[in-house]
């Protein structure tokens, strides 16, 4: 039987951390939302959201606008957000109607208020080993496997998916902890084989319970950042959980193991836009 890495419990350890260290801030920090449209599942992330801020005690300012908004309006929304001196952080929802550039909408928001760490800036700031915001999915794979006591270092790191949120910078990050990475895509060739090499298997391909039991080596550890609902409306992620239990030594549980981290991730970045902000010169 599998440890379950239980992301919802050390999500809410870290949030108790970041509350603390904010009450003993003599400045409050600011997390500006835009959602486009009204998206069921959008809505549903943008509560979540403002509710993580509410526990933490981070100011929530949650701003909606239509679907009808044009690009040029959105991206004016933005430069009013960037020039305010009461927002620390900002973040748009994706995803994004069909009429708008999610690029230059991401492009727009001020590097230094980047708390979702998609910014250009960031992204090579990541890749150079430079500060700057993390994105908040991968820096929450690490920290769960960091605060499940899994050692990183000099273990071999299979990350399935390329993405720019999730599976290219899970990979830099676990290069950064001195792992070994091999990153696989669609057009991997041997695919099992290489996945049964890992000794932490991380997927993100966005196909419901692709991943089974030939894919993962006796004892590895899984992390399943997938999430999606199956015919009969079950919440279930990449991996098919029934039958890699049985091989893994831990696993990621769907929902409640890196969709927490994120989150938390996003407080945390919250936090340190507020702090930067902060100690620049008036």
């Known amino acids: 039987m599998s440890v379950l890495l239980n992301g919802k419990a050390i999500a809410a350890t870290i949030k108790e951390e970041l509350k603390a260290q904010l009450s003993a801030r003599p400045y409050t920090a600011t997390l500006a939302v835009i959602l486009v449209g009204s998206d069921p599942a959008s809505s549903i992330y943008v509560k979540n959201k403002h509710r993580a801020c509410e526990q933490v005690g981070i100011r929530s300012l949650v701003i909606t606008l239509p679907d009808t908004i044009s690009q040029a309006g959105l991206l004016a929304e933005i430069e009013t957000l960037n020039q305010r001196d009461d927002v620390d952080g900002i973040l748009v929802q994706?995803?994004?109607p069909a009429s708008i550039d999610s690029r230059a909408v991401i492009q727009a928001i001020s590097p230094a208020k980047d708390v979702d760490g998609f910014h250009p800036e960031n992204v090579g700031a990541l890749s150079m080993n430079h500060p700057g915001f993390l994105p908040c999915t991968p820096a929450g794979i690490i920290e769960l496997l960091k605060r499940s006591n899994i050692e990183?270092?000099?273990?071999?790191?299979v990350v399935l998916g390329r993405s720019n949120i999730v599976g290219k910078p899970v990979a830099q990050l676990l290069l950064r902890e001195n792992a070994t990475v091999t990153l696989c895509h669609s057009q991997t060739k041997h695919l099992p084989q290489i996945c049964q090499r890992a000794d932490i298997l991380i997927v993100a391909i966005g196909k419901p319970r692709a991943i089974d039991?030939?894919?993962?080596k006796p004892g590895a550890v899984v992390v399943d950042v997938g999430i999606h609902r199956d015919s009969e409306g079950q919440i279930c992620g990449d991996v098919d959980f029934?039958?890699?239990?049985?091989?893994?030594?831990?696993?990621t549980p769907v929902p409640g193991g890196v969709g927490p981290m994120t989150i938390a991730m996003l407080m945390q970045n919250c936090l340190i836009a507020a702090e930067r902000h902060a100690s620049r010169p008036a």
């Not at 039991?213 to 993962?216: A, I, L, P």
């Not at 029934?242 to 696993?251: C, F, L, Q, T, W």
């Open 242 to 251: 029934s039958a890699v239990e049985a091989v893994a030594g831990a696993i």
């Open 213 to 216: 039991s030939r894919y993962v």
């Open 152 to 157: 990183i270092a000099g273990k071999e790191c």
């Open 94 to 96: 994706l995803p994004l």
